[in-house]
Nanobody, 119 residues
Framework: QVQLVESGGGLVQPGGSLRLSCAAS????????MRWYRQAPGKERELVASISVASVTNYGDTMKGRFIISRDNAENTVYLQMNSLEPEDTAVYYC?????????????WGKGTLVTVSS
């Protein structure tokens, strides 16, 4: 079955950096786009970044220039390098993909990893 397992979250000071990882299994990773979302307390889940099969990347407006999404198809892993972190980046970060199953594009989510930006 499809599994997405995030790791790398934690407490970091403003201006610091973190790298999140999402280990994927149960599907042909190299043939699917991957995404990172986040959800801050009291707010809706928002798209952070996406990476296509061809490694074309897109970012949310507030993440541009600070975050970098990448993928390693040999390791079935997608990464999110986060730099110049701000308190407003505090959130649970989720890995996401959509996989074709029985003719239906089915979304999958990891359980999330908490990032706290605070001094």
């Amino acid at each position: 079955q499809v599994q997405l397992v995030e790791s790398g979250g934690g407490l970091v000071q403003p201006g610091g950096s973190l790298r999140l990882s999402c280990a994927a299994s149960g599907f042909r990773f190299s043939t699917y786009a991957m995404r990172w979302y986040r959800q801050a307390p009291g707010k809706e889940r928002e798209l952070v970044a996406s990476i296509s099969v061809a490694s074309v990347t897109n970012y949310g407006d507030t993440m541009k220039g600070r975050f970098i999404i990448s993928r390693d198809n040999a390791e079935n892993t997608v990464y999110l390098q986060m730099n110049s972190l701000e308190p407003e980046d505090t959130a649970v970060y989720y890995c996401n993909t959509e996989v074709w199953q029985s003719g239906t594009l089915t979304p999958y989510w990891g359980k999330g990893t908490l990032v706290t930006v605070s001094s």
